[in-house]
C-alpha cells in the first residue's frame, strides 16, 4: 500500500465471534470474506484492510496502534488493562452477540459462599488479571492460575473455585456449579485506538462503520407493519402504536380508506396485532426491514 | 410454577413435523428453542409450557387434558378416536405441512382391486384403529396387524396390502405398489382441550397463537408489490390487479405520477408483471412479507 | 406429452452452475425442484419441459433444436461454434454467475511471454476448439491437448502452458502461473434456438422467463430506503438520491412531515445514509427487495 | 427362483442393530450388503435371500413361517408371544449386541417403591405385552399405554411409570428415573421356525451360518500370543497358561530355544504379559484373530 | 532433484480410483499422501516421484514418456490408442478396482437391437475412440459425439444409444437402459513406459513395486487357519485342505496332537471350517493376513 | 470410592492428542472411552481414574501431585518447569504422536537470521517461560507476548518473530516464515510423580501401563512373516533375515521343507520380500501384530 492511499487496519474477531461478525458486516453492507486458511479477511471497501485477532488479544493490538479499531468484547479489553476507545455498543439477538457474566462459581457442595472464602485457595480462570484485580478489591489473597479452557470442569480435583464467563448458566448448572459473586457484565464492542479518533480521515471511517453496524442492529428487533383503515377508524388505530415513531398515512384508491404504515418492535408484535385488528386495522401485512437509523 | 401464575400447556410435534414446526413459530415472533436432548422445549413467552410429543400420541394427550393445545394431523387424531376442538388449518407450502393421503394400496402386479378383494386377508399399517374402522364401513373382515414402519416394502411377503399416507406418491410407486382406495386426507392441526377453551384465558391465549400461526402462513405465498404509474395510466393498471385487496396510491415528487403499493398472491407474479408493465406500470418492485392478517 | 398441449423444452446447467441456477429460477417466482438421481428437473409450469445437461454440451443441443432454450456460458457456446440466440446476459453477484476471463497461462518462471512463444509447443485445455482458433489468429501452431480436469497444474511437467478460465485469478496464483494472453470474456446467457423464437407462444414463453430472471438478478443489487423528512428539509434530501428514480413522498399524521420511499443500488447505501441523515432525514429505515422491472 | 433351487428366508434387524449385523457377518466370512433404499439386502451366498425387518415384528414373521431365520432380540421374541426355535446367543462385545434389561421405572422422588404402588396407575411402554403380563404376575391391575418413542421422558406428566430397555441405566440417569423392578435380561439371538428346522436342507445351511457367526464372536474377545522360552522356562512359561487350550511348541534355529504360540483372552493379556516376560518369555507377540471355533 | 540421484515417475489416478490406489498402496507398504490441494502426492520412497492425474490421460502420458509408469484402466489405454507395457493386472475387491464391461445400450423400449441397428444414428459416449473403432470393426457408419457425464441419461432425447461403462448393470437398470453389445472389459493395470523398462535401475524399481502391489491384492481374498489336531486325525484333516499350498505341522505339547497351519481362500472358509471340524480339527482358529507372494 | 480401594490418577491429554491416544490405550488392550461431554474418561481398569486435561497443564498437575501420572508432551514439561519422572517415550508412527521441533522463525524476507538479532523486538509464542529461558541463555532481551494461537501468522504485522512447534515445517513455509534457531525437539512421554513412584502399588500399576503402552508402539512398525523354504535353502533365507530376533523354524508336512516364522520391521518388507524370493523362500505372507515385548 502506497503512503498517498490511506487504510484503516480493522481487527475481526477470530474463533465464537467470528460467524456472527461476519453476518453483521454483511447486514451492514458490507461484504466481509473469511476464507478458511488466511488471517486477512477481504471486505468490498478498498481503504479498509482486515485482520482477524482472538478477541482476548485484540484490546492489546488496538492499545499499541497495530490496529486502528477492532471489535472485542469489554471483558478482553478489561483483562488487557489497556486503554481503547468504546466507540458503539454492538450488542444484538444474534449468538455470542449478547451479554455474558463472568463469575466467581465453585461447586454447589463447596464450602465457598463467599468470595473471602477463598482465601488462600487455588482459583483457575481464563482472566488471571481481571481475577487477580477482581480479588484485590475483597481483599482476598488466593493462587489464580492460568487455565487453557475447559475450566468449568477443573472444580473440585484441580481448582476449588473458577472465574469464568456464563450466558445462561447452563454450563455451571451441568457441572453443578453455584455462582459466589460476579465480576463483570461484558458484550461486544466496537473499539478504536485514541490517535486513530484524533485522525479526521480515519474517524469519519470509522464512525461510518459504527453506523452501519448499528443500523443493522437496530434493524433486528424491528419490522415494519403495513394496515388499511377507514378515515373514521385512524385515531383508534394510531393510538395503539407506539409514540415514539410517526406512522406515514397514505390515501387508497377508495377515498374512505388510509393506509398506515409504520415500523415496530418484533416483540410487540404479538400484543399488537390483535389490538389493531380489534381497533379496525384490515389487511394487516408486517414486512422485513435490513437496517433502521433512527 | 406457582398457583397463580396461569399457564398454557402446548405439544409440539417431535418427528418429521419437528423441523417446520419450529419454523412456522419463528414466522409467526415466536422463538421457539429445541434443544438436542431435552423435551421441554423453550418458548419466548413466559406464560406457555411446550412439551416435545411424537404426532401420534398427541391428540390422546389433548383430550385427556394434560396438553391444551397442540400441534399434530387430522390423521393421528382420527386414529386416537378422541374428542379435540379443532381451531386452525395449519395447511402451509413447507415440508410436512402439506396435505397427505392415505391410501389402501397393494402390489401394482397383485389381484386386489378393491378393498373388497381384501376380505380375510393381511394388511399392515400404523393406524391399526383407523384400517379398522374404514373396513368396517365396506363390510370387510381383515387381519390389521401393526407394522413398526417401512410400511411400503411389505407387500407382497409380509402383507397383501397396506393402508399408508402418501403425499406425492412417489415412495408407492418407487415400491410398484397400486392404490385401491383412499381412507383419508389429512394435514396439520392446531387442536386443543374442550376445557381449556371454555377458560377465557386459555382461550384468548389459544386464539392469539392460532391468529399469529396463520398470519405467518398467509404470508407464505404472498409477496408486496410497488410500481410507479402515470395518472393516465392508473385505472388501466389498477383493473390488472386482483379485486380483493385495495391498492395504496400515493403521491410522487412528479404530481404526473403515482406509486401504487399492493398485496399479490406469489403464484401471479409471473403473469401480472408482464401486464403491468404492457398497462404503463414502471419500476416494479416485487419485496417480501412476514405475516398477512386479511 | 399430447401434440395439443404446447410445451417449452429448457436446458438446466449441471455442475458447478446448478445451485446458483436454481437460486435464480427461485427469485424469480419459479420452483425448479433437482432432485438428486433425475436428470429431469421439475418446475411449477405445467408447460415448461426441462432437463439437466452439462453447460459444456448445451448450446450444441439447443442448436440442434433439441432443446428450445437454455442457460449455459458464453465460452461454451462459443467452444461448440454453433448459432443460438441470445435474450438475456444473465450476470449476477452469486456464485459462479459472474464474469470469467479465459486466459493462456504459462509457469511464473518460464520463458513465454506472448502467444507467439508457444509456436510448435504443447497446451492443454478443456477448450480445444477455441484454443485453436485463437492460435490460428495470433498464426500460431501448437498440440493443443484435451485436458480432462485440473489443467492449472499441468504446467511445466505435462504442458508448457494451459488456455483456462479464472474468476479471481486465485488458481492461477496458487500454481504460480502467469497470464501471457487473454482469450475472451465469458458469463451465463439465457440462449435459445432460432426456430422456437419463431414460434410466437414459444418467444412470449421464453421472453417471460428472461423478463422474471432479469427483475431477480436486478434486484440483488439493490434494497427499498424509507425515511421521514420534514417539508422544508425535502428538497435538500431529493437532490441526495440518485436521479433515475423517482421516489414516493407521502403524508404523514402530523403535516409538518412526510415520509420519502425510493429504491438505491445497495453499494450506494453506506455512503447514502450518512448524507440522508445529515440533510435531516429521520426513521431511515432499508428494507430487502425480491424483483426489479426497470 | 425356481422351485428346484433351495433357498433360505433370512430376517436382518433394521435399525439400531442394522450396523453391528452387517460387521457380524462380514467377521464370519459373508459379504451382506444392506443398500440405503432397498429392503432386500443382497449376501454372497446364492441360497439365502435377506429381508430387511424391524425387530420387533422379527419373531412374529418367523414364527408364521414367513421366515426360516432371522436374527433378534430376546425382549421382542417374548413380547411377539410365539414360538420360535433358539439356535444361538449372539450376546458380543459391540454396540447394541449387549444385554439390555427391561425395567419398570418412575421418578426418582415419586412415591412408586415396587410394582405393587402401581395399582391403578398408567404406565407407558413399547412392549405392552410383556409389561401387562409381568404385572398381572404381579397381581396389579394398571393402565399400560403403548409409547411411540422417547419414553424416558414420559414420567411425571405423561404416564407414572415406565416400562423400557436400559443397557447402562445412563438414559435413566439422565432423566432423572429410579428403577422399581426387572422384567427380564435380553440381547441378540439368532432363531429359526420349528419347520425350517425339520428340514435338513435348512437345518444344515442355518446351522453353518450359527457356527460362523459364533466363531466370529469368539475371536472377538481373544488374541493370539507368540513368544519366544528357553527349554530350561518352558515348563514355568507354560504354568502361567490358562489350562483350556492347548499351546503350539515349535523349534528354533538356535536348539536351546522353542517358539510357544497359544490363544487368549484379551482381557488377561495385560495381566498375563507381565507373568510371562517374569517367567523367561522374550519376543512376546500378540497377533490379532479373525475366527475362532473351540 | 541433481541429475546424479535416479528417479521414477510414477502417475497415480485421480478421482473414483484415488481412495482404492491409495490404500492399495498401505497394503503394499508404502504411504502414500494425498494432500487436498496439492497434485504431487509424497510417498515414503526418496526415489520415486509421484503426480496425480485422471485415468483418462494417463496412458498418453506414459507412451510420451513423460511418466515411467502409472495406474490405470485398460479401457483408457485402448482410448489412447498408445503402446505402454502392461506390468501388473491389478484387479481387487476393493471399490473401483473391480471389472467393468464397456457396452453399447440404448432404451429397453428402442427398436435397437444390435450394432448394425445404429447406423445413421447418434450414440453418446466418453470414450469416441474406442466407440468409432468398434463400430468400424462391424461396418457401422453413425454419429460418435462427446459426452461430458451423465451418459446413461441421454436416450432417447439426445442420443439414441451410448457406449458406456458398467460394473453391476444397476446404473443402466435405473435408466431402463438395455446392452445392445459389448465393446470389452477392463480393469485397473500398472502399466510402464517401454524405454523406462529398458532401465535396469527403473525396471527393478518397478517390479519391485509391481511385486508388493500384487502380494497385497492376494492378500486380500486369503487367511490364516491354525487348528490342533490328533496324530491319528493328521491325514483325514489334510485331505480337506486345498493342494496347492504345503500346511505347516508343528509339535504341541501334548505329543498326541499336532498343530497345522494353512493359508486358504478366505471364500471357502464356510465350506471348510464345518468339514474340517467334522474331521477332528479342534481350536480351529482364523487369522488375518498383510501380504502374500506365492 | 472407599480408602481401602487404592487408585491411580491418570492424565489423558485433551485436544490434538486426544484420539490417538484412546488408539493407542485401544492397541495396549484398555478400553478408554471419552464421551462427548464428560471430562473423565472411563476405562476398563477399576483400579485407574482418568481425568482429560489439557497437555499444557497436564505436568504441573502431575508435580502437585493432583494426578499420578499422565500423557504429555516434553515441551509443555519443559514450559512449566516441574520436577516430574519420565517413565516412557510414546514416540509413534501417529497422528501428533511423532517429533515436533520448537522453532524461532521470522518471516522470509526478515532482516532477522539469528536469535542475537532479535534484541529488542516483540517474539510471539505460546511457551513464554520456554521462550524466555532460550533467549536469556543466548544473552537477549526482547518482548515475549503470549499468543493465544494462530501464532505463525503474527509475522510481521503482530511480532517480529515467533517460537512455534512444527512437525513437518509446511505450516511455516505456507505462512512465508523462515527457521532462525531450534529450541528444543518434543514428542509424547508418560510422566508420573515422584511420590506415586515411590508407591510400590502404584509404582507396578504404572510400569504396566508402560510395558503395554509400549508394546502397541512396538508393534506399530512391525509385522510378522512365515515362509517355506526348501531345508536346503534354510541358511541362505536365515542370512537375509535381521540378526536380532531369532526365527522360528518348524516342519511342514513335506519334510524337505520347512516353515520360517519371524518379526520384522515393516519399512524393510519392501527390500527383504524380494530377497526372501530370490533366495528360495515361498508362499511367503505377511501378518499384523498387535503388540511386542522384546
Redesign the interface.
Known amino acids: 500500500m502506497s503512503a498517498s492511499a490511506p487504510s484503516l487496519r480493522l481487527g475481526i474477531p477470530?474463533g465464537s465471534l467470528q460467524e456472527t461478525t461476519q453476518k453483521l458486516f454483511a447486514h451492514?453492507?458490507?461484504n466481509l470474506r473469511i476464507s478458511g486458511?488466511s488471517?486477512y479477511p477481504t471486505i468490498?471497501d478498498a481503504e479498509v484492510q482486515c485482520?482477524?485477532?482472538?478477541p482476548?488479544?485484540m484490546a492489546?493490538?488496538v492499545a499499541q496502534g497495530?490496529l486502528d479499531c477492532a471489535i472485542t468484547g469489554l471483558d478482553w479489553i478489561l483483562e488487557n488493562d489497556v486503554h481503547v476507545e468504546q466507540l458503539a455498543d454492538l450488542k444484538a439477538p444474534w449468538p455470542n452477540y449478547g451479554v455474558v457474566r463472568w463469575v466467581m462459581a465453585s461447586k454447589e457442595d463447596s464450602p465457598y459462599n463467599s468470595v473471602k472464602d477463598l482465601e488462600g485457595r487455588r482459583i483457575a480462570t481464563e482472566a488471571v488479571g481481571m481475577t487477580k484485580r477482581f480479588l484485590a478489591q475483597h481483599g482476598v489473597n488466593a493462587l489464580v492460575?492460568f487455565?487453557?479452557?475447559?475450566t468449568e470442569?477443573k472444580p473440585p480435583?484441580?481448582a476449588v473455585a473458577i472465574a469464568e464467563a456464563t450466558e445462561t448458566g447452563s454450563t455451571l448448572r451441568?457441572n453443578r456449579l453455584r455462582v459466589i459473586d460476579t465480576l463483570m457484565e461484558s458484550n461486544t464492542q466496537l473499539v478504536a485506538n485514541a490517535r486513530a479518533i484524533a485522525d479526521p480521515w480515519k474517524r469519519e471511517k470509522i464512525e461510518?462503520i459504527a453506523?452501519?453496524l448499528k443500523?443493522a442492529i437496530e434493524?433486528q428487533g424491528r419490522?415494519?407493519l403495513?394496515l388499511?383503515v377507514k378515515r373514521d377508524d385512524l385515531d383508534r388505530v394510531?393510538a395503539q402504536l407506539p409514540a415514539l415513531?410517526?406512522?406515514?398515512?397514505?390515501?387508497?384508491?377508495?377515498p374512505d380508506?388510509v393506509?398506515v404504515?409504520t415500523?415496530i418492535e418484533?416483540?410487540t408484535?404479538?400484543v399488537l396485532?390483535?389490538k389493531l385488528?380489534a381497533a379496525g386495522?384490515?389487511?394487516?401485512?408486517?414486512?422485513?426491514?435490513?437496517?433502521?437509523?433512527?
Open positions: 477470530k451492514a453492507g458490507y486458511r488471517y468490498d485482520i482477524l485477532i482472538r482476548q488479544e492489546r493490538y497495530v492460575e487455565s487453557w479452557g475447559a470442569v480435583v484441580l451441568a461510518t453506523l452501519l443500523a434493524a419490522v415494519g403495513m388499511n394510531i415513531q410517526r406512522p406515514t398515512v397514505s390515501a387508497l384508491s377508495d380508506w393506509a404504515n415500523i418484533e416483540r408484535v404479538r396485532i390483535p385488528k386495522g384490515q389487511g394487516i401485512v408486517e414486512y422485513p426491514l435490513n437496517k433502521i437509523v433512527l
